[in-house]
C-alpha cells in the first residue's frame, strides 16, 4: 500500500511540472556573427529568425526585438528577424586596446518567453595611419659629442590593433646618425637616435634628417617626422679670478644687505662665452646660502641674514665664476669671512639639579639646587656674576668649576610660617655694556611633623537633655593641626585609664575620623547629671604627636517623672485617704495636707494642686502651692457628713504629668473627732518624722549636686578666658518665691542660673542647650544674658521646700 501511495504521489508532481513549463516556456540560444569595422549602416549582419528556426510569421505577434539601453543601439531587427547595422561602428573607440571586441546584445520573444544571446565580433579594419605629435622638430648637440651620444625622439601614434599598429622605424640615409628602436610593450616602440660620427660645426652647422613610422596593414601605412640638428659651438676658455685668495672681516649682527667685499674674475672667450656670472659654489651647502648671497653681475658678497658669533666665528665661502657659453665653463675661489664679536648675548641661567621639596628641619647649609650659567659672548662679554634675592633664606655658593653655584640655605625654616619662598637669580656679564638675565626659581618647604594638634576648645561642655536617642551623635569635638598631608591627618579616641569614669566612657564612642560622639545608652538626669571624660586627637605623622582634652557633659532634665503622692497613702498603696474633723469648726480650719514629690528639677518639679473634684465647692478650699485643704465655713445641719475630694496634683514641664488624691472628710460630732484625734496624731507624727528625714535627705543631695555644678561651671570659665571676673548680683527679676539666682560675669557676656520660676518675658531658645534663657541686658543695648536653669533640689509641693 505504501508504494502505490509513493508511485501515485509521484505522478501527480511530474505532471504538474509539465503543466508549467507548457504555461511558461523560457529558452535561449547563443549566435556569433563577425562584421567588419567602418561598416556602412543598414548593412545585414545576420538573419536572426532563420538561424534560430523561428517562424516569421508570429514575430510581430510575438514582441521580437532587442533588448537595448537608454543609448542608441548599434543594431535593429526588422519584421523578418534579420539584424541590420544601425550606425556605423569605429572599433578604435568601442574597444580601444582590446585584442578581439566583441558586442553582445540579447533579443527577447513573448508568448512562450524566449531569451536569445547573440555575440558579434568586430573584425580590424587598417584604417589609421601612424602620425606625429609635430611635423618637425630641433635638436641642439654640441660639436664636442663624443661618439654612441643618444637622443631619445618622440614616438608616432596608430590606434589599430595590433597587427595594424606601427610595426618600424625608418630613419633617412646621412653619415653621423643612426637609429634605434625600444619596445615598450603597451606603450609601443620608442625611436632612439644616437651619434655614430662626430659633429665639426665649422663642416656642416646644421643636420636634416627623415623619421618614417610604417604599420603592419597591406599595403602598410606610414607617417613621418622632420628633424633638424643643430651644431653648437665649444666654449674653450675658463673665467679667471683677479687675485689668488679673498679675505675679509665682518661685524656679527650687521644689518641684511651689507657689502662684505666684492670678487672679480675675466674669460678670454668672445661673446657670451666670455660674459661672466657670479654665484656660490656647488659645495656651499644650504645653510650658508640661508647667510650669505652673491651678486651675479657684480660679483659683491651680502649679507642675507642675521650672523651670529657665538653659532661660528670664521666662514669659508666658495664662489663660483661661470661664463655664458652654451655649454658654461666655471672656476671657483674660496673666500675666508671672519666674524668679530659683539656683546649680544645675556647670560643664561640653567638649573641642572634642583630638588623643589625641602624639609623644614634641614640645617643651614643644605644645597637646594645646582645652577650653571652660561654666556655664549667671547672675553670680559662672557665673564659673568651671579647673586640671588635677599628675601629668602637662600644663598648662592660659588663651586670649584667655572660659573656653577649651588643654592644653600642659610637659615632655620619653617613650613608652618612659610610654605614657599621665591628665589630670584640675577647673573650680569662684564662686558662695556653688561647684559644681564633673571631666574626664578620655587621652592617648597615640605612638611615636617613638628605640630601636635590642637583642639579648638578647651576643655568642651556640652549640654544633653535627658532620655537621648542611644546610637544617635551628641555633640563632637575638633582639633587642627598645623602640619599638612598625613602629618596633619587627626583621628580621635576616649581616653579609657580605668578610673571611675571608665563605667561612664564604655558607653560613649567616637567617630575617629571626624570627632563625632554618641551614646551607646541614654542618659537619666535623675541617675546622672554630669560627668567628665578625655578625648585624645592624634596624627598620622612619624613619629606620631598628640593631644588631649577635657569634655564636660552636664545632663538636663525633662519632665519624664510624674508627681508621686507622699501623703495620703492608704495600707494598698493607692493616694487615698479618710479625714475626720468634728462640726464645730470654724471657717479656715486644717483639714489636711496633701504632700507630693516629683523627681525632676526646675518647672518639671514644681508642682501645682487643685480641685478636680468636690462634693460642695463651698465648703472646702486648696492651696494650689501648699497642697494644704482648709474650710471655707462652719458646717450647718443640712451639710452633709462625708464629703470626697479628688486632689490633682500637676507639674509645670512643658508637657505636664500629674497624678491624683482622694481625701475623704469625715464630719463628726465633737466628742468623736476628739477620740479619733488622739490615734489620729500618734500615727501623723510618724509620718511626718519619716517624710521630713527623706526631704531632707534629698534636699541636701540636690543642694550639693547644684554646688559642684556652679564650682565646675566658674572653674572651666576661668580657664577659658583670662578676663574672667566672678561677681554675684542679685537680680530684680526674680521673685525669690519658689527659685534661686546666681549671676557671675565672664567677659562681655553676664550668665545667671536660676530655679524654676523665671520673670515675665523670658524666652527659651531651642537648641542643644534648651535650659538657657536669652533675657535683654539693661547694662548695654544689644547685649544678651545666658541665662541657664540651675540643677537645684528636686521637685516637691513649695510649702515643703
Not at 579609657?496 to 561612664?504: L, S, V
Not at 557633659?553 to 525633662?558: E, N, Y
Request: hydrophobic residues 35%; negative net charge.
Amino acid at each position: 500500500m505504501a508504494r502505490r501511495g509513493y508511485n501515485a504521489w509521484l505522478e501527480r508532481l511530474l505532471v504538474l511540472i509539465l503543466c508549467l513549463i507548457l504555461t511558461f516556456n523560457i529558452t535561449s540560444a547563443q549566435l556569433q556573427y563577425s562584421i567588419p569595422e567602418e561598416l556602412t549602416v543598414g548593412a545585414v549582419v545576420g538573419n536572426i529568425a532563420k538561424d534560430l528556426g523561428l517562424d516569421t510569421s508570429a514575430l510581430n505577434a510575438r514582441g521580437f526585438r532587442i533588448v537595448s539601453g537608454s543609448t542608441e543601439p548599434l543594431f535593429q531587427l526588422n519584421n523578418n528577424g534579420i539584424l541590420h547595422l544601425n550606425r556605423k561602428i569605429d572599433r578604435e573607440e568601442v574597444c580601444e586596446r582590446i585584442s578581439t571586441c566583441i558586442i553582445k546584445i540579447k533579443t527577447v520573444l513573448e508568448n512562450p518567453l524566449e531569451v536569445h544571446y547573440v555575440a558579434i565580433e568586430v573584425l580590424d579594419v587598417n584604417d589609421h595611419s601612424p602620425t606625429f605629435s609635430e611635423n618637425e622638430t630641433h635638436l641642439e648637440i654640441s660639436e664636442s659629442a663624443l661618439p654612441g651620444a643618444r637622443f631619445q625622439l618622440q614616438g608616432a601614434h596608430d590606434p589599430d590593433s595590433d597587427m595594424y599598429s606601427i610595426q618600424l622605424y625608418k630613419l633617412s640615409q646621412n653619415d653621423h646618425f643612426r637609429l634605434e628602436v625600444k619596445d615598450r610593450g603597451e606603450d609601443g616602440k620608442i625611436p632612439v637616435l644616437y651619434l655614430h660620427k662626430p659633429l665639426d660645426k665649422e663642416t656642416a652647422r646644421s643636420h636634416r634628417l627623415l623619421l618614417t613610422a610604417v604599420d603592419g596593414g597591406k599595403p602598410a601605412k606610414s607617417g613621418t617626422l622632420r628633424i633638424i640638428v643643430h651644431v653648437l659651438d665649444v666654449n674653450d676658455n675658463m673665467p679667471v679670478f683677479a687675485k689668488d685668495s679673498y679675505a675679509a672681516v665682518l661685524k656679527e649682527n650687521s644689518p641684511i644687505g651689507t657689502t662684505i667685499m666684492q670678487v672679480n674674475a675675466t674669460d678670454l672667450d668672445d661673446g657670451l662665452n666670455g660674459e661672466v656670472v657670479y654665484s656660490l659654489g656647488n659645495n656651499v651647502n644650504n645653510k650658508l646660502r640661508k647667510l650669505f648671497e652673491v651678486d651675479a653681475n657684480t660679483g659683491e658678497i651680502i649679507v642675507k641674514a642675521l650672523i651670529d658669533f657665538e653659532a661660528k666665528d670664521k666662514y669659508e665661502i666658495d664662489i663660483k665664476a661661470s661664463d655664458k657659453g652654451s655649454v658654461p665653463l666655471a672656476t671657483e675661489k674660496s673666500v675666508v669671512i671672519t666674524i668679530v664679536d659683539l656683546n649680544d648675548n645675556a647670560p643664561e641661567i640653567e638649573v641642572t639639579s634642583f630638588s623643589s621639596a625641602i624639609p623644614e628641619d634641614s640645617k643651614p647649609g643644605t644645597t637646594v639646587a645646582l645652577i650653571s650659567v652660561t654666556d655664549n659672548d667671547s672675553g670680559l662679554n662672557g665673564k659673568v656674576i651671579c647673586y640671588i634675592s635677599e628675601d629668602v633664606p637662600f644663598t648662592l655658593t660659588p663651586s670649584l668649576q667655572d660659573n656653577m653655584y649651588s643654592i644653600v640655605t642659610k637659615s632655620l625654616l619653617d613650613r608652618e610660617h612659610q610654605s614657599k619662598y621665591d628665589g630670584t637669580i640675577t647673573c650680569k656679564d662684564a662686558g662695556e655694556q653688561p647684559l644681564s638675565s633673571h631666574r626664578t626659581i620655587s621652592v617648597t618647604v615640605s612638611d615636617v611633623n613638628d605640630n601636635s594638634p590642637e583642639f579648638s576648645t578647651n576643655p568642651y561642655n556640652f549640654y544633653v537633655i535627658e532620655n537621648n536617642v542611644a546610637g544617635a551623635s551628641l555633640f563632637s569635638v575638633s582639633a587642627y593641626d598645623y602640619d599638612e598631608g598625613d602629618n596633619a591627618l587627626i583621628s580621635y579616641n576616649i581616653l579609657r585609664n580605668g578610673n571611675e569614669n571608665q563605667k561612664i566612657t564604655s558607653f560613649l564612642n567616637i567617630n575617629s575620623e571626624n570627632g563625632d560622639i554618641l551614646a551607646l545608652k541614654s542618659f537619666d538626669f535623675e541617675t546622672l547629671k554630669t560627668f567628665q571624660f578625655r578625648v585624645v586627637a592624634t596624627d598620622s605623622g612619624t613619629p606620631l604627636l598628640s593631644s588631649n582634652v577635657t569634655v564636660n557633659v552636664f545632663i538636663l532634665d525633662q519632665n519624664d517623672n510624674a508627681p508621686v503622692i507622699l501623703y495620703p497613702v492608704s495600707s494598698n498603696g493607692s493616694a487615698e485617704g479618710v479625714e475626720e474633723i468634728p462640726r464645730n469648726v470654724n471657717a479656715g480650719h486644717l483639714v489636711t495636707k496633701v504632700r507630693a514629690y516629683d523627681a525632676d528639677i526646675g518647672y518639671n518639679g514644681w508642682l501645682l494642686f487643685s480641685l478636680q473634684e468636690v462634693t460642695d465647692h463651698s465648703l472646702f478650699g486648696l492651696d494650689r502651692y501648699t497642697g494644704r485643704i482648709r474650710t471655707l465655713r462652719s458646717f450647718t445641719e443640712t451639710d452633709e457628713a462625708e464629703h470626697k475630694l479628688v486632689i490633682l496634683v500637676k507639674d509645670n514641664g512643658n508637657v505636664s504629668l500629674s497624678a491624683t488624691a482622694t481625701v475623704i472628710v469625715k464630719v463628726v460630732e465633737p466628742k468623736e473627732a476628739f477620740a479619733a484625734a488622739d490615734v489620729k496624731s500618734a500615727t501623723n507624727d510618724e509620718e511626718d518624722n519619716n517624710v521630713t528625714f527623706y526631704l531632707m535627705i534629698t534636699l541636701g543631695s540636690v543642694s550639693t549636686l547644684f554646688l559642684i555644678s556652679i564650682i565646675v561651671l566658674i572653674a572651666m570659665q576661668c580657664s577659658k578666658s583670662t578676663d574672667y571676673t566672678s561677681k554675684y548680683l542679685q537680680e530684680t527679676n526674680y521673685d525669690g518665691t519658689l527659685c534661686h539666682s546666681i549671676q557671675y560675669r565672664s567677659g562681655d557676656k553676664r550668665y545667671m542660673l536660676v530655679g524654676p520660676r523665671m520673670s515675665v518675658g523670658s524666652t527659651i531658645v531651642p537648641g542643644s542647650h534648651a535650659n538657657t534663657l536669652m533675657l535683654p541686658d539693661r547694662r548695654t543695648p544689644g547685649e544678651v544674658r545666658k541665662i541657664t536653669l540651675s540643677q537645684s533640689s528636686s521637685g516637691m509641693n513649695a510649702g515643703d521646700r
